[in-house]
């Protein structure tokens, strides 16, 4: 399918390339797509994806990925301009983090709102699906773990659209997704990301993710 991706950081550049070698119809939106460090990139490990301004990816996109900074991104769906979401289904990836008193960071907000429902009111005919949140960039594709793969938490009102981004994930190496419910739990899932922060530094290690262990309970 089209896949416009918004953003060209690290997050965006993942997404671009896996999606791109999965045979979508990839453009990743930036504010400078003629830059000599995004032409670099392209020429040399973005093979098909194609750059653009924020506005021509979100227009291209049937699917469109949100991969900019968090603090940025609400003004990065201005400059793509909101008629062009319509509809569409949109992955959030970003979250809300606060840098402002160093590292390890904070939230911008949180608890009572959240990125992922402030992009959602911003969009509000677009399916907004938050995930990729709470993992680093280096495990977002074919993630290679010691205790096997496990599944990706996204949240968003559209029961539809959710089905949708399981089937990406799944096509991406995860093994499927934990619905947590509406776009309004985005609170909670942007709320584990300065948890994770600090668990991968006590770790010293930040390729790592939170998964679900399960067990049995206990006869009493």
Partial sequence: MKVGVLGSGVVGKVLSRSLAGRKHDVMIGTRSPKGPELEAWLAKEGHG?????????????????????????????????VGHFEGKLVIDATNPLDFSAGFPPSLLFGFTDSLGERVQRKLPNAKVVKCFNTVPNSLMVDPTLTNGTPELIVCGDDAGAKGKVGELVRSLGWSGVIDIGGIREARWQEALVPLWVRVAGARQNFNVTFTVAEGSAIPR
């Fill in 49 to 81: 994806v194609r750059a653009g301004t924020f506005a021509e990816a979100a227009e291209h996109g049937e699917l469109v990925v949100l991969a900019t900074n968090g603090g940025a991104t609400l003004a990065a769906l201005d400059l793509a301009g």
